[in-house]
């Protein structure tokens, strides 16, 4: 995982405006694949919040699935880094985990900006 | 190729990957929707992912195995990465497995290996020998027993298509697509037409010991008739 993220750090949490945006450099080509992709995993990421506050541990393993599966494909390694986490946290039924993770997947895609080259 | 993935932004990837190498894609998010498209359709390769909504790839890949499509090559694209996945995966019959996150280049290479095991691939022989035909790539021509056969360009691609693919069943839609293209509007009488028109001139019919057979609402298989088999089917009792 890239060290520029910090997403683990817990203090940072709930800090995101403060934080300094993260720059991920893209292939061209991935161009409007990837205009796609933050919008989507935020829309899966409400449905995980949805799904923690219902005990739905099933789904979320299955969102944590796809993203631990799509992420690095589009250059975001860390966001497959975070899913792999949702996946293990979620068979295991660790809500305070599962929460933390949330935070920090938030945290990333509000800091994430995209070039391409 | 096809692909059958849930996760739209990973299907869309695979998609754009396969597209950038040259290859057409259908893309089929649950496995029962692929089953159904296999009952019209035939594919060169197909990426299989395990976890899908309604069956499992592992589901999909005996149904397939058991099917008329069994030889099928199957590349599996899952995030699942136990070692006793990867061994039930290969033990049902996939071709290759590869865990995601999956890199372009390695799965491109993946797929192509895979074709051309299974004998779909583009690099074929420029000249192809089979029984009394004589097929000629490279100056489009077609020999019977030595002698020229004359086809317009359209019903040569047909030839060459159904002659090396003996023995597999091709549905009409890999078959307009292989022979037209992707986008050419090609009518099923169209089809059928020149169909009839290569079964007559190249004379596979039974009596030549071939079968140029059409399977009902699917499509075509060339068959070589077993040689013991008596080539000309007269009842001599009539």
Not at chain 1, 94 to 103: H, S
Not at chain 2, 84 to 113: F, N, S
Not at chain 2, 174 to 181: A, K, N, P
Request: proline share 3%; net charge neutral.
């Amino acid at each position: 995982m890239s060290s520029l993220v910090g997403v683990n750090d817990a203090d940072q949490v709930g800090r995101t405006s403060a934080l300094p945006a993260l720059t991920v450099s893209i292939e061209k080509d991935l161009e409007v694949l990837v205009q796609r992709f933050p919008a989507r995993k935020r829309e899966d990421l409400d449905s995980v919040r949805i799904a923690l506050a219902a005990g739905d541990f099933e789904t979320i393993r299955r969102i944590g699935h796809d993203l631990k599966g799509a992420g690095e494909g589009f250059g975001f390694p860390e966001l497959s880094a975070f899913g792999a986490a949702l996946e293990s946290a979620a068979i295991v039924r660790n809500e305070r985990a599962l929460g933390e993770q949330l935070a920090a997947v938030e945290q990333f895609l509000s800091r994430l900006r995209v070039t391409f080259r | 190729m096809a692909v059958v993935e849930d996760d739209l932004s990973q299907a869309e990837l695979l998609s754009h990957w396969l597209e950038l190498a040259g290859h057409r894609c259908h893309h089929y998010d649950r496995g029962e929707g692929l089953m159904r498209a296999l009952d019209q359709e035939s594919f060169d390769v197909l990426v299989l992912d395990w976890n899908l909504p309604d069956i499992s790839g592992v589901d999909v890949l005996k149904r397939i195995r058991a099917s008329q499509q069994a030889s099928l090559p199957i590349l599996f694209v899952t995030a699942r990465n136990r070692e006793d996945d990867v061994v039930m995966a290969l033990r049902q019959g996939a071709d290759d497995y590869m865990v995601k996150p999956v890199r372009r280049l390695e799965l491109i290479a993946r797929l192509e290996a895979i074709a051309r095991r299974g004998k779909h691939h583009n690099e074929q022989p420029e000249v192809l020998e089979l029984d009394v035909y004589r097929v000629d790539c490279q100056t489009r021509t077609v020999t019977r027993e030595q002698r020229p056969v004359e086809l317009t360009a359209k019903d040569f691609d047909l030839s060459v298509l159904f002659l090396r693919n003996v023995g597999r069943l091709l549905s009409r839609g890999h078959i307009r697509e292989s022979v037209w293209g992707p986008n050419a509007v090609v009518t099923s009488r169209t089809l059928d037409t020149h169909v009839s028109r290569i079964r007559n001139k190249l004379g596979l019919t039974p009596e030549n010991g071939w079968r140029l057979a059409a399977v009902y609402r699917y499509g075509y298989r060339l068959e070589q008739l077993d040689a013991a088999v008596p080539r000309t089917p007269r009842n001599s009792e009539s």
